[in-house]
């Protein structure tokens, strides 16, 4: 268990999550390239992603953590409009990857990987919103009125 918590710590401490996303997504981008307009699409789609990504991070800053754990409730920055945008942004990089890859065999992998990964996602989101309605209570309710996603 102890290795288990060093390796999150790690994780948590240099978003090792978002680096290997990002080989990931390079490797694709080098290999798949066709100078097709879906290309184009999904290039845009990825680099959006990934700017809500990181901005989620930025503006978490410390308080990021790989298990959920309701310390302080974020309001500001990205998080004054969007209530998940680090899950938000993985789904639009998804999303650009699917269709960068269209027409090839990746395609049809990263239609379920997606599916499975957001479904995986969406349990965690449920999760953590029940962590911080039970910890920050209505205050929490309003800021759920206030934002999307």
Sequence with gaps: MKLVNRIIS????YHLDLGLY????????????L????????????IFGYLIWILGLIT???????????????ENGIYSKIKHPIYLG??????GL???TYHTFLFWYLIGYTIIGNLIQLFRIKNEEKIL???FGK???MYKKNTWF
């Excluded at 978490?60 to 974020?74: G, V």
């Excluded at 993985?90 to 999303?95: A, E, M, R, T, V």
């Design 10 to 13: 790690i994780g948590e401490k």
């Design 22 to 33: 990002f080989i990931i997504s390079i490797w694709i981008i080098l290999n798949y390239f």
């Design 35 to 46: 100078f097709q307009y879906y290309n184009y699409i999904g290039i845009t789609l990825i």
């Design 60 to 74: 978490l800053k410390d308080a990021f953590q790989i298990r959920a754990d309701a310390k302080i409730l974020i």
């Design 90 to 95: 993985g789904f639009i990089i998804d999303l």
């Design 98 to 100: 699917i269709i960068f």
């Design 133 to 135: 309605l039970d910890k």
């Design 139 to 141: 205050k929490y309710i």
